[in-house]
């Protein structure tokens, strides 16, 4: 029903900066909400960043606020992730995902409150 394409992945060295991109496909949206998460080796996928209906309201995981940006394109319905400053450990594969319905802020961060996900794209830092 809505198909999510990421893109902007890639290989890059400690202290870099890559946007990742995700766009809903077909359909245009007034009111929705949309977030990153993240699965490295080993590890449980874990929350990354969000924005909700209101643009103003965003979430963001400790271990990336004040480095990473999220911001959305309501013309394109696509959300945005602007990441600076990457470590190591950002390495993941990283997922995007959208729902229409309307969240507190809190929830966000919740990965069962997301009706669709994209198919992730690779983010390697080395160092």
């Known amino acids: 029903q809505v198909q999510l394409v990421e893109s902007g992945g890639g290989l890059v060295q400690a202290g870099g900066s890559l946007r990742l991109s995700c766009a809903a496909s077909?359909?245009?949206?007034?009111?929705?909400?949309m977030a990153w998460f993240r699965q490295a080796p080993g590890k449980e996928r874990e929350f990354v960043a969000a924005?909700?209906?209101?643009?103003?309201?965003?979430e963001y995981a400790d271990s990336v606020k004040a480095r990473f940006t999220i911001s959305r394109d309501n013309t394109k319905t696509a959300v945005y992730l602007q990441m600076n400053i990457l470590k190591p450990e950002d390495t993941a594969v990283y997922y995007c995902?959208?729902?229409?319905?309307?969240?507190?802020?809190?929830?966000?961060?919740?990965?069962?409150?997301?009706?669709?996900w994209g198919q992730g794209t690779q983010v390697t830092v080395s160092s």
């Open positions: 995902a959208f729902t229409l319905s309307r969240y507190a802020s809190v929830w966000l961060r919740r990965s069962d409150v997301y009706d669709y």
């Open positions: 077909g359909r245009t949206f007034s009111n929705y909400a």
């Open positions: 924005i909700g209906w209101s643009t103003v309201s965003t």
